[in-house]
T-cell receptor
Framework: QQPVQSPQAVILREGEDAVINCSSS?????VHWYRQKHGEAPVFLMI?????EQKGHEKISASFNEKKQQSSLYLTASQLSYSGTYFC???????????FGSGTRLSIRP | SAVISQKPSRDICQRGTSLTIQCQVD?????MFWYRQQPGQSLTLIAT?????????ESGFVIDKFPISRPNLTFSTLTVSNMSPEDSSIYLC???????????FGSGTQLSVL
């Protein structure tokens, strides 16, 4: 079942922050975050395993609430290079396949 | 890590014909998947390609329309059969080295059906 992702689109000025949410109705083993730029394949950002872990690198971090089956991606002090479509992908507790959300289109203005 | 070579990168096909997309991985992987991405949409899982057995298809996808082969742990093909304009999409091969690890993607095949 496809995870629900919100918002559908975000427009920011450079330097502003954004939060993208992802929720599932099923128990999750892991949550993935990818960014895709137009005409390119998705690029891996991070993976969060069950356990309420929070991860991050540079100004992009994410959290995973296993009990609520929700994950959030945090983009701080956004840069022009952050523009693209962000997808969360969820892996159920007994499967190895990844199901992707509908995506969040992020546009950064100078 | 895994490096995936996918071809063709793009093709323009006539209605009613078939196209076979190839996916070659530089290492042996147990988990290989085929996704479809329609214009402006998300990535939709078509099937899991199983080595030595029939692929596992997701709801809405059938073997007659999307036959998949997986003769070994480094190679798979996806065929889009009896194409119609609705099949115009990007088709992506992806692999995982293990459960709980990230997906690696091929560069995709952009298919246009006239």
């Amino acid at each position: 079942q496809q995870p629900v992702q919100s918002p559908q689109a975000v427009i920011l000025r450079e330097g502003e922050d954004a939060v993208i949410n992802c929720s599932s109705s099923k128990a999750l083993y892991s949550v993935h975050w990818y960014r895709q730029k137009h005409g390119e394949a998705p690029v891996f950002l991070m993976i969060l395993l069950k356990g309420g872990e929070q991860k991050g690198h540079e100004k992009i971090s994410a959290s995973f609430n296993e009990k609520k089956q929700q994950s959030s991606l945090y983009l701080t002090a956004s840069q022009l290079s952050y523009s693209g479509t962000y997808f969360c992908g969820t892996e159920g507790s007994s499967a190895s396949k990844i199901i992707f959300g509908s995506g969040t289109r992020l546009s950064i203005r100078p | 890590s895994a490096v995936i070579s996918q071809k063709p990168s793009r093709d323009i096909c006539q209605r009613g014909t078939s196209l076979t997309i190839q996916c070659q991985v530089d290492s042996q992987v147990t988990m290989m998947f085929w996704y479809r991405q329609q214009p402006g949409q998300s990535l939709t899982l078509i099937a899991t390609a199983n080595q030595g057995s029939e692929a596992t298809y997701e709801s809405g996808f059938v073997i007659d329309k999307f036959p998949i082969s997986r003769p070994n742990l480094t190679f798979s093909t996806l065929t889009v059969s009896n194409m119609s304009p609705e099949d115009s999409s990007i088709y992506l091969c992806s692999v995982r080295l293990a459960a709980g690890e990230k997906l690696f993607f091929g560069s995709g095949t952009q298919l246009s059906v006239l």
